[in-house]
């Protein structure tokens, strides 16, 4: 239960967040190359709607095949999940659940007190949920990373709530 925390306060949909489920989720981030690489938002749609038409455009001249290298890569990326680092944004969660016109603040709650955070600079955040293939049990669940990584050295840990102001 340590891997759960609550998104609550001036929002339309209080969250439930298990960051123990991230380490399936596709919007994962490689921490070990996020901060290094130059970022480029990126439509979620825009993006869907590429790759299943190229994927249609390969069925339709190749017809349904498989490629011989599927098997050698589910197994570097099985790898690559037991030993990477990696974290979620928080933009999509913040944005289900809908904060209210009004709110201008994100208060994290963690075990040494509160830090307050704009909400502007709260869609930019990223969450750190596991450490070279390992979660974050000792000081997690997660550990709060600012996206342009100023505080990757000494991230804001032993979070247990956070709350829309």
């Not at 011989?68 to 990326?77: C, G, N, Q, R, S």
């Not at 450490?131 to 991230?155: T, V, W």
């Amino acid at each position: 239960m340590a891997e759960i925390f609550l998104l609550t306060g001036n929002v339309k949909y209080p969250i439930t967040v298990d960051a123990g489920v991230w380490i399936f989720d596709d919007r994962r981030i490689d921490l070990n190359t996020y901060f290094h690489e130059e970022q480029q938002e990126i439509d979620e749609l825009e993006e869907y709607t590429k790759a299943v038409s190229k994927h249609w455009d390969r069925e339709i001249t190749e017809g349904a095949t498989y490629p011989p290298t599927l098997k050698a890569e589910k197994k570097f990326e099985k790898e690559k999940v037991l030993t990477g680092t990696f974290g979620i944004a928080f933009k999509p969660f913040l944005k289900n659940a809908e904060p209210s016109e009004d709110a201008k603040l994100l208060i994290i709650q963690t075990i040494d007190g509160e830090i307050e955070v704009p909400l502007s600079v709260a869609y930019d955040l990223i969450f750190q949920f596991s450490d070279n293939g390992k979660p974050l049990k000792e000081d997690g669940p997660i550990h709060i990373l600012y996206k342009d990584g100023s505080n990757r050295n000494n991230p804001i840990k032993n979070v247990t709530a956070l709350i829309v102001k």
